[in-house]
């Protein structure tokens, strides 16, 4: 599968931004599908994750801030972000999780087998 995420840009602190994630292949719908993030100089983290049911996940620091979703028609990812912070600053990627798991989620940056390029989100304060 191949995973093209867009949408990133500059956007001032408290403003907001929709990321998508269009991935190729028929089974997009069955996968487990992750937004993950990279600060300059830090690790890469996970940020949220959508599962094949359409049950959510998110990190501390996003909750009720960030919203993912999935058009499983389009085969397209989504992160809505509202309510940006500088923090927030960071190459974001879009993942999907390799089978076999039985949760819906996972923070393992081993247990996701297909990886957009990452689109940079740049939030000024």
């Known amino acids: 599968v191949q995973l093209q995420a867009s949408g990133g840009g500059l956007v001032q602190a408290g403003g907001s931004l929709r990321l998508s994630c269009a991935a190729s292949?028929?089974?997009?719908?069955?996968?487990?599908m992750g937004w993950f993030r990279q600060a300059p100089g830090k690790r890469r983290e996970w940020v949220s994750g959508?599962?094949?049911?359409?049950?959510?996940y998110y990190a501390e620091d996003v909750k009720g801030r960030f919203t993912i979703s999935r058009d499983n028609i389009k085969n397209t990812l989504y992160l809505q972000m509202s309510s940006l912070r500088s923090e927030d600053t960071a190459v974001y990627f879009c993942?999907?999780?390799?089978?076999?798991?039985?949760?819906?989620?996972?923070?393992?940056?081993?247990?996701?087998?297909?990886w957009g390029q990452g689109t940079l989100v740049t939030v000024s304060s």
């Open positions: 292949g028929r089974t997009f719908s069955s996968y487990v």
């Open positions: 993942a999907r999780r390799s089978r076999g798991y039985w949760s819906d989620y996972s923070l393992d940056l081993n247990e996701y087998d297909s």
């Open positions: 959508i599962g094949s049911s359409g049950n959510t």
